[in-house]
């Protein structure tokens, strides 16, 4: 291997100590330690403390609030702690957890610290995506290109003008500063620079592989990120390698080395608790299975992304009439990049595990009266933005603009933070009279083979690929029956002065609105051909079916229903729906403002202040509270309130005899709510490391991401608010996810086996699996490696715990 692939090769494999980091205004939640999957958990997490300085497991004050609140059973508890040969007394454990060290935190020199000041300055500045009034000079020449050319300029480094005369590849430039050391040191040497600024290092790592427009525009990568830091890392004389790793003693390891730590057994426990009271609402005497509809067909069937704040408004929904609910990934199964009207930019509608393989513009349709009135708003609108910006930000009118507006101004200021509500009732009136550019507009969905070379992707979709993603969606969800009405209902927050809005977002949507996604997959299932097609490969839609888009507000729960077009036939069906919508929002939103501590009676007006307030930390909870990932039929959860915790994802084993569509459903959904429990979980164990922080003194920079404070490194992950109420108390229970399957053992055996990277998962402890089996009467089958399966004990048929099974492999016979 060549000097220089040995250096590319090193780069790329200390870079999987740094998570990914997405910029602000696309945040998507994702595994910080996501490098570390390879290994088993308990591993994982001490070998990122010695990396980044972070705590991977709650603290023992946190499993001792979840103990004296009964969240973990103690019998459960004393068990597991015997086993792994700890004093079996909770107490006793707490105390031994409390007085031992915690994971120790990256030490820094004088000279590190200046390096990393100089490198914060000079990354904001080239990364910076539009928010500079002085944008960086040479950005097109990369990252290293430009530094080489501006930073000699830089007063704040010594000796600056040898910049100038760095050689123009990178890779030269860190071959000839490694000289002089052996080439086994380089991989630590690499690890070292790129983990001392992860949320910098993770945001370019995410760009540059993501190759975005700005990535084009102005390129970064990382060896020429690693060139730069060598370079000042030279000229402040900071360390180069790594000081000796001092030996770190584990917060809770047992003393021999081989047991699991103490937090370890308490976490898996908590764990535990949660998941047997899960599996046994699912499988017990009293275990839903299902209503009896009115009806042969539901009066109208509606699609949710899978998303945890979805159960909440499913229930409501389907207690307020006819109603079938449904979970699927938000993207809906396109993966497309999206340019809204009059968009000078594109997102890509999917899970970050997906690339983006179409791309999908919404355009005006015939009869241009909405558009007009649309143009006229937006463009005065934007035009009275600029002019504002301008005053304000304009050295010879900032003050002759206080003068003259500062009166004015100042009161609308007032009025927006005393009356959030009422200026957004305001706000809301005029809104209704401006239209939406879905009333305007429709998506690109026909294939544009001359426009695919301009934008690298296909623009538009064939008819076959309409086909194959309408049909996808049914087969996948198991879908035999069809209303009249078919909503797939995408999902948004709507939130006031919230630099992480975009995490409250659809996730499966990278982070954007899921509004677009559930258009376009209706769009492809009202197509005639396509519905042709479907009836030949046996998925029958009624001719009277007619699919609808939607996007449900999860700060308000308010489902807007987007049916300009709707059949004078479906009218009333539509507008039956919009009440019953308007019923079950009430239920939501009174439940949701009950979980933020405000007046359940007031849920509608609570929520409506909260998306308004542009002081409100905790406009909602987002995901907070995951914990479960549940796959199978609605029978198997209707009726049972999850308390917004669990993902719900429909699967109809019956109509997947090969497991085609749960293959599908475990390697990319269950991945992707991995993803999001991680984050979640980290956030909450250590903010510091993994989360962001308060967002009270959050300081955001470039569009990108956001400061505590006025610099350093990115924050790079969900700020304290979103997991904590403001009381201190943690809302978020940082457990890993528990994945529950209503499928034949065989099946989901038969799929793990195909796929070595969810075994690794599962191994590994990054998420549970259970097997609910409805070939053996709903028994519940545990996950236990190898693959092999417990059966789970039947507590609600004995009343009380029964003794534990053993093991036993895939194809168990009903006993």
Not at 385 to 412: M, W
Not at 506 to 529: E, F, H, M, Q
């Amino acid at each position: 291997m060549s000097t220089e692939s040995t250096i590319e090769a090193g780069i790329e494999a200390a870079a999987e100590a740094v998570g990914a980091v997405w910029p602000l205004h696309s945040f998507v939640t994702a595994n910080p330690l996501a490098g570390f999957e390879d290994r088993p958990f308990h591993e994982a997490v001490t070998d990122a403390g010695r990396v980044v300085g972070g705590d991977g497991y709650p603290s023992a004050d946190l499993f001792r609030r979840a103990w004296e609140s009964g969240r973990i059973d103690p019998e459960m508890l004393r068990s597991r702690l015997a086993e792994n040969g700890y004093d079996a007394d909770p107490e006793a454990s707490l105390d031994r957890m409390a007085a031992t060290g915690a994971t120790a935190e990256r030490e820094t020199t004088a000279g590190t610290d200046r390096v990393d000041a100089v490198l914060t300055k000079w990354l904001a500045a080239f990364l910076d995506q539009g928010k500079a009034e002085w944008p960086m000079p040479n950005r097109e020449q990369g990252f290293y290109g430009a530094f080489r050319t501006v930073a000699p300029h830089d007063d704040d480094l010594p000796n600056g003008e040898t910049l100038a005369a760095l050689p123009d590849d990178p890779i030269e430039a860190i071959r000839n500063r490694l000289e002089g050391y052996p080439v086994g040191r380089w991989s630590d040497i690499f690890e070292f620079h790129l983990t001392a600024l992860p949320g910098w290092t993770g945001l370019l790592k995410q760009r540059a592989a993501d190759g975005d427009a700005w990535q084009s525009a102005y390129p970064i990568t990382l060896s020429g990120y690693l060139a730069v830091r060598l370079a000042v890392t030279d000229l402040f004389d900071a360390p180069l390698v790594p000081a000796e790793a001092p030996e770190i003693e584990e917060r809770d390891a047992g003393t021999d080395g081989q047991r699991l730590p103490l937090a370890e057994v308490w976490l898996a426990a908590w764990e535990a608790t949660y998941r047997t009271g899960l599996v046994e609402s699912l499988t017990g005497a009293g275990a839903a299975r299902g209503k009896t509809h009115s009806g042969d067909r539901p009066d109208a069937q509606l699609v949710f992304c899978i998303d945890t704040r979805s159960e909440i408004v499913r229930r409501h929904i389907e207690a307020a009439g006819n109603y079938e609910t449904h979970g699927y990934a938000g993207f809906f199964g396109v993966p497309m990049r999206y340019a809204g009207y009059d968009s000078d930019v594109t997102v890509d509608a999917c899970p970050p595990i997906l690339d983006a393989r179409h791309r999908i513009t919404d355009r005006p349709t015939a009869g241009g009266d909405r558009r007009d009135e649309y143009d006229r708003w937006h463009s005065g609108l934007e035009a009275g933005k600029t002019a504002l910006k301008s005053l304000k930000s304009n050295a010879a009118t900032a003050f002759s603009f206080v003068e003259s507006t500062g009166v004015g101004y100042g009161a609308a200021l007032i009025a927006r933070t005393l009356f959030p509500a009422r200026v957004s009732g305001l706000l809301d009136t005029v809104g209704e009279r401006v239209p939406d550019e879905h009333e305007f507009c429709e998506p690109s969905l026909d294939h544009d083979p001359d426009a695919d070379a301009a934008h690298k992707l296909d623009e538009g979709l064939t008819h076959e690929e309409k086909v194959e993603y309408a049909a996808t969606a049914f087969e996948v969800m198991g879908w035999e029956t069809f209303a009249r009405i078919v909503v797939f209902t995408g999902h948004a927050s709507r939130t006031a002065n919230n630099p992480f809005g975009s995490s409250l977002d659809c996730g499966a949507c990278a982070g954007n609105p899921g509004g677009p996604s559930a258009r376009v997959l209706a769009a492809i299932c009202n197509d005639d051909a396509v519905r042709t097609e479907l009836r030949n490969r046996g998925i029958d839609v009624p001719d009277d079916t007619v699919f609808v888009a939607a996007e449900h507000n999860t700060t308000t729960d308010e489902v807007e229903l987007y049916a300009g077009a709707i059949p004078e036939t479906h009218e009333p069906d539509i507008e039956r729906l919009r009440a019953d919508l308007e019923t079950a929002r009430e239920g939501a939103a009174a439940e949701r403002a009950g979980d933020m501590g405000a007046d359940t009676a007031s849920g509608v007006r609570e929520t409506r202040r909260r998306a308004a307030d542009w002081a409100e930390t905790r406009p909602e909870w987002g995901l907070a509270g995951n914990a479960g990932f549940v796959v199978g039929r609605r029978a198997l959860t209707e009726g049972l309130d999850l308390d917004g915790r669990a993902f719900l994802h429909s699967y109809d084993w019956t109509t997947d005899p090969d497991g085609d569509a749960l293959e599908a459903i475990l390697t990319g959904p269950m991945v992707v709510t991995q993803w999001i429990n991680a984050q979640y979980y980290f956030a909450t164990v250590d903010n510091a490391a993994y989360g962001s922080g308060s967002k009270v003194t959050h300081n955001p920079v470039g569009n990108v991401g956001v400061y505590q404070g006025n610099g350093g490194d990115l924050m790079t992950g969900l700020p304290i608010q979103s997991v904590m109420g403001a009381d201190g108390e943690p809302y978020h229970q940082p457990l890993r996810l528990s994945t529950v399957i209503e499928a034949p053992i065989d099946t989901v055996t038969g799929v793990l086996s195909e796929h070595g990277e969810l075994i690794e998962l599962l191994d590994n402890g990054w998420l549970s699996l259970t097997v609910v089996d409805p070939q053996q009467k709903h028994r519940a089958f545990h996950y236990d490696g190898d693959p092999s399966w417990t059966p789970v004990p039947d507590r609600t048929a004995t009343g009380s715990e029964a003794s534990p099974e053993k093991p036993v492999a895939s194809g168990v016979a009903d006993d």
